[in-house]
């Protein structure tokens, strides 16, 4: 046999158990049976398996029982001296009563059913007489008290939270049913009883076909079974039910239906909403960039979106039917670098419910995927995991690109001539190269990154001839500032060093000071000699011209612009690169004058370099902007600094140019601003929509939510539901089904994905048919119709046209609230159709007719706290217009009302 254990499974034995085994392997006894028994103040009460629940002890010494507690054990066991009783037990447990009697006691006893019909067991009353009547009489009296017995029993089961019911098998005639009934859908239930197919007639007409083929079936095949279908109310309204029914046979023919019938009309609405927010939550899932699936805790993917299909190149069917994390994990093996170290990580991260973490995948095909993993909560419990995956393998080789960039950047400094130290804002060494270190002689604890640079100082001061102003002068250069400074400084032990201080800049923030320290003692020792020696003229020649060579070896392989102009600014030396942005091969401007050159620019550049040669003081970081040959048309971006060039005497011989292009880091930074701007546009546009959204949505709930009320009071209260209760709710759902149109429709305009089913349509009908079933709510509003005077065809979407039409109709109400004339015109201007909506409302301000049309616009003298509206109607309408060949349009003057038109192209068909 099979049998339900405690869980609802099944479970199966064979052959007899002993009353202890019996007991331990059958399930615990029905709520339902117990309360039953308690309620008819039962003598005795067994479930369907005979065993015994509850007896009263007087009923246990009587049959002579004296072994342990009888509870859970066998009635045949504990009352086998009692055969009327178990005989009446008997019948009751095939679903009769019956009555178990002896000369001086009589127990009634009862079947027990549970809310879908099944037997749960019998309950008996045992009395005693001591009259001990007979004949008649005990009939009678056994009658009486069987008719009580059976009347509390009704009174029990209309206490259900549910209609309990049964009926004929054969026509589904309804012979018994509980009061509960009468509040299910308002009719008595004599009225059920009382017509043969009141229970056919009532179900709804679209549901009775089906329903009436699955009962039969049910009822030949003998089985329980349980449907969920709709039925028609008093009221006329809908009501879906669940029913539980089982079939009762007698001699293996099915006689009987016996049921529970339950109201689920909002689990269904509720599901139904559960549908809606499930299907949002999807079309978002498969809108992120990154691959994300969803496991239980039996480690079985319950959701993925398809950039996580895509990422791992899953076949649908490895992904289909919630399958186990270990059948795709077995696919993605092979892919990666690391196996074993990968089904690692996975068996982490799945042993720990609260572990969460971020990781990267490496690919054998060279993708790197960063992995974050976190747990999936319900309130306070984890019911499984999420794991999302980002394909960062460009971000990663930029960053390599880049730190192999600033490697670069670290052995050119390092292999400078020049001693560099760099300190931040708060006087603390950034960075040093070792010439600097080598310079100074200072340790390497001295030189610590981060480390307060006077330390520093106060260890090189003693090195210098006048350590007290050395120091303030680094003091005074550690104030934060933009000023630069050249000088020299004299050591003790005859060293000369020519050092240069300038502000460290991030865009145009300065973030510190770099030093550059020059040993320029060989320098004034020769320069001393020169002086000296007059045939040290000839190797300081010598010198030059090597120096010169150097300089333009310097200058050829420079990676920006530079060049030498001597005081009548004429090319002395150049590189290729300079030459370039002027159109010219180097050879051809050596000995050129700059304006002879690049007139175009001689205008702007000149005064500068001669500002340099007067001054001698260098202009450094100067932004230009132009075009030149080698590129004509195309804007560049140039950072431009001019030195003045000095003889070993301090006399200004020339301008030195240095020439850096930007335009590409100009062109960035100029992308960035436009996304940060695009950005912030997108969070106004966010917070707009939640703000109307959540006005408009709440607006039409309270008041739905107060007739639901009154609708409920009513029908607990028996008393009749007045027509125009039900259609004020109904207006405030219909509110709600327009605005979440709206949204829909709003959507798939910016997805570009709205429908239009487009075919021949005469539009003087269309405007006829929609005015028909518009209708001002009020006297203040007059519609005013003006007919061309034959019909225009047009190809359209019918539907689309008239959401249009009715839109416009909607707005000139809407914003005319002091009533007046609404006017609705349809003409003809060559080969297209114009429709106007005319009213003498609030009007618009000139200077928003133009935003009019766009998404959540709204004009400011009609804010959604006088006027409601999630601002998308026109913005739907725009794209209904345009996606037909057509445009919409305002005229408008504020406090004079407005006029919409749209225009569509005629069909060719017509003259």
């Known amino acids: 046999m099979r049998t339900a254990n405690m869980h609802g499974s099944e479970a199966s034995h064979d052959g007899p158990l002993s009353p202890d085994a019996s007991h331990a392997a059958l399930p615990p006894f029905p709520e339902t049976l117990l309360q039953v028994g308690t309620s008819l103040h039962a003598t005795l009460i067994v479930d369907r398996h005979q065993r015994i629940a509850r007896v009263d002890e007087a009923l246990t010494l009587a049959s002579g029982w004296t072994g342990k507690a009888p509870q859970g054990r066998s009635a045949k066991e504990v009352l086998g001296t009692l055969p009327w009783l178990l005989e009446a037990l008997d019948i009751a447990l095939t679903g009769k009563a019956a009555v178990g009697m002896t000369a001086q006691v009589r127990a009634p006893v009862l079947p027990v059913f549970g809310e879908g019909g099944q037997l749960l067991g019998a309950c008996a009353c045992l009395s005693t007489d001591e009259n001990s009547k007979t004949g008649p009489a005990l009939r009678e009296e056994l009658a009486l008290e069987f008719t009580q017995l059976q009347q509390r029993y009704e009174e029990l089961i209309d206490t259900f939270d549910g209609v309990v019911w049964e009926a004929v098998a054969s026509n589904f005639r309804i012979t018994f049913i509980s009061q509960q009934a009468e509040r299910l859908l308002g009719y008595p239930s004599e009225q059920w009883r009382r017509e043969p197919d009141f229970w056919v007639n009532h179900l709804h007409p679209e549901d009775r076909d089906w329903v009436k083929a699955s009962c ?5 095949e003998g089985r329980a079974y349980a449907l969920e279908y709709r039925m028609v109310a008093a009221d006329g309204g809908t009501v879906w039910v669940r029913n539980t029914i089982k079939v009762l046979a007698e001699e293996g023919h099915p006689t009987r239906l016996r049921g529970l019938l339950v109201d689920i009309t909002e689990q269904r609405r509720a599901l139904e909403q559960q549908e809606r927010t499930v299907s949002l939550l999807r079309t978002t899932l498969d809108s992120i960039t990154d691959g994300v699936f969803v496991v239980d805790r039996n480690l079985r993917i319950t959701a993925y979106n398809k950039q996580f299909q895509e990422i791992w190149g899953f076949p649908d069917e490895v992904l289909q039917g919630e399958p186990h994390l270990e059948k795709p994990l077995g696919l993605a093996l092979p892919l990666v670098k690391d196996p074993e170290g990968f089904t690692a990580r996975v068996r982490e991260i799945y042993a720990d419910p609260e572990l969460e973490g971020i990781d990267l995948v490496e690919l054998r ?7 974050i993993t976190r747990p999936q909560r319900l309130g306070d419990t984890i019911i499984g995991r999420i794991c999302s995956y980002r394909d960062i393998t460009a971000e990663r080789q930029a960053r390599e690109k880049q730190e192999q960039t600033v490697s670069l950047l670290r052995a050119t400094f390092d292999s400078t001539a020049d001693g560099v130290v760099a300190v931040d804002r708060d006087g603390r060494i950034n960075t040093y190269n070792k010439r600097f270190q080598r310079l100074w002689g200072l340790p390497d604890d001295l030189l610590l990154t981060g480390l307060d640079a006077m330390a520093s100082v106060t260890a090189a001061a003693p090195l210098v001839k006048e350590p007290e102003r050395f120091v303030a002068q680094l003091q005074e250069m550690f104030k934060v500032s933009d000023q630069e400074y050249v000088d020299t400084i004299e050591f003790r032990d005859g060293r000369i060093l020519e ?10 923030t300065i973030i510190g ?15 001393a000699a020169q002086e000296r020696l007059l045939e040290a003229e000839q190797r300081a020649r010598a010198q030059l011209e090597e120096s010169f060579a150097l300089l333009d070896t310097f200058l050829n392989n420079a990676p920006m612009g530079m060049g030498f102009l001597d005081r009548d600014l004429r090319y002395i030396r150049l590189n290729d690169a300079l030459a370039g942005l002027h159109g010219h091969r180097r050879e051809e401007e050596l000995g050129r004058t700059l304006r002879e050159m690049t007139p175009h620019v001689a205008a702007a550049v000149e005064p500068l370099m001669r500002q340099v040669l007067e001054t001698g003081q260098p202009i450094i970081g100067l932004d230009l902007t132009g075009e030149v040959p080698a590129t004509p048309g195309a804007l560049r971006f140039w950072r431009v600094s001019y030195y003045p060039i000095r003889t070993p005497r301090g006399g ?8 850096v292009e930007v335009t590409e880091e100009r062109r960035a930074q100029e992308e960035r601003e436009r996304l940060l701007r695009e950005a912030h546009e997108a969070i106004q546009i966010r917070d707009d929509f939640l703000s109307i959204a959540s006005h408009e949505l709440k607006t039409p709930l309270t008041p739905l939510k107060i007739h639901l009320q009154v609708l409920k009071q009513r029908c607990a209260s028996g008393h009749p539901v007045p027509p125009q209760l039900a259609e004020k709710a109904l207006s405030q759902v219909a509110r709600l089904s327009g605005l979440i149109s709206d949204l829909l429709d709003a959507s798939q305009v910016e997805a570009g994905q709205l429908s239009v089913v487009r075919g021949p349509m005469p539009l003087r009908a269309l405007v006829r048919e929609v005015l028909a079933e518009f209708r001002p709510p009020s006297s203040h509003h007059r519609l005013v119709h ?7 065809l047009v190809e359209g979407d019918r539907r689309r046209i008239a959401q249009v039409l009715t839109n416009l109709l909607e707005n000139a109400l809407k914003y005319s609230p002091q009533g007046g004339p609404i006017h609705v015109a349809l003409t003809r201007t060559g080969s297209e159709a114009i429709v ?11 200077d928003q007719q133009a935003q009019l049309f766009e998404r959540f616009f709204r004009a400011r003298n009609a804010p959604i706290s006088g006027f409601g509206g999630l601002g998308l109607g026109l913005y739907i309408c725009r794209d209904i217009i345009e996606r037909h060949g057509g445009r919409i349009w305002v005229e408008s003057e504020l406090g004079h009302g407005a006029t919409f038109r749209f225009s569509l192209p005629l069909s060719h068909s017509l003259p």
């Open 786 to 792: 003006e007919e061309w005077p034959e019909e225009l």
């Open 499 to 508: 050092r240069t201080s300038l502000p460290q800049r991030l865009g145009d």
């Open 513 to 527: 000071r770099v030093w550059s320290y020059r040993d320029v003692t060989e320098e004034r020792h020769a320069k």
């Open 836 to 846: 106007s909506v005319s009213d003498s409302g609030i009007g618009i301000p000139a």
């Open 365 to 371: 095909n060279g993708r790197i995927l960063e992995r």
């Open 216 to 220: 039969q079936k049910g009822t030949r």
């Open 652 to 659: 200004i011989v020339g301008v030195g140019a240095v020439v």
